[in-house]
């Protein structure tokens, strides 16, 4: 059974920095990895994923330059490196695992969640 742990999340204030982190369980080779993040009264919504080679990856527009997600295959663990953080970036963070035999970024598409970590960024 798949299980997945995000860590890092906290309290910081805008212009600041979190590094947070995905432990899984089970391996991660061939799987898209993904996080998303929903806030208060909103939609869960896709924010960064990277490929299982670590060398591909993609980004909502609205953190592109600002966040970095990346892929340590030895600790079999998922980063999501977030800089120059904004109030708007507030939610609970989310580590998923999506499909190995194709790439997405859709919610749906991603089958095994963490239980989240709450990134809130005051003004």
């Known amino acids: 059974q798949v299980q997945l742990v995000e860590s890092g999340g906290g309290l910081v204030q805008a212009g600041g920095s979190l590094r947070l982190s995905c432990a899984a369980s089970g391996s991660t080779f061939r799987y898209i990895m993904g996080w998303f993040r929903q806030a208060p009264g909103k939609e869960r919504e896709f924010v960064a994923a990277v490929t299982w080679s670590g060398d591909s990856t993609y980004y909502a527009d609205s953190v592109k330059g600002r966040f970095t997600v990346s892929r340590d295959s030895a600790k079999n663990t998922v980063y999501l490196q977030m800089n120059s953080l904004k109030p708007e970036d507030t939610a609970v963070y989310y580590c998923?695992?999506?499909?190995?035999?194709?790439?997405?970024?859709?919610?749906?598409?991603?089958?095994?969640w963490g239980q989240g970590t709450q990134v809130t960024v005051s003004s």
């Open positions: 998923a695992r999506g499909p190995a035999a194709y790439t997405t970024t859709r919610v749906d598409d991603f089958g095994y």
